[in-house]
């Protein structure tokens, strides 16, 4: 009886190395590429701060809206105007003292 060598080729390594480096790289693109986990937390870390300073300008803004309506022709808030003339212009009563 003769023995039958039969030589292996590198076809099953290169196909198994091929695999694992594709699994490698979809790997390392799910978590860091543009789409991955970390590009994720840091969109949604960006949305809630954004989200955060939409709701403070958006308060500000009806602040301002309420000012500006009582200062419009309909509404005339006497006090107010008393103060945005102190503050803008600078003027104060006869029966005033100013302290600086």
Do not use: P
Not at 46 to 57: G, K, V, Y
Not at 74 to 91: F, H, I, P, S
């Amino acid at each position: 009886m003769t023995a039958v060598h039969t030589q292996r080729g590198f076809g099953g390594l290169a196909y198994l190395a091929f695999a694992c480096a594709l699994g490698v790289y979809f790997t390392f693109a799910a978590v860091q590429g543009d789409y991955g986990m970390f590009r994720r937390v840091a969109i949604d870390a960006e949305a809630e701060t954004l989200r955060t300073e939409r709701d403070r300008l958006a308060l500000e803004l009806a602040e301002m809206q309420n000012l500006t309506h009582r200062l419009s022709d309909e509404y005339l808030d006497l006090d107010l105007l008393d103060q945005q003339t102190r503050d803008v212009l600078g003027y104060m009563r006869s029966d005033e003292i100013a302290i600086r």
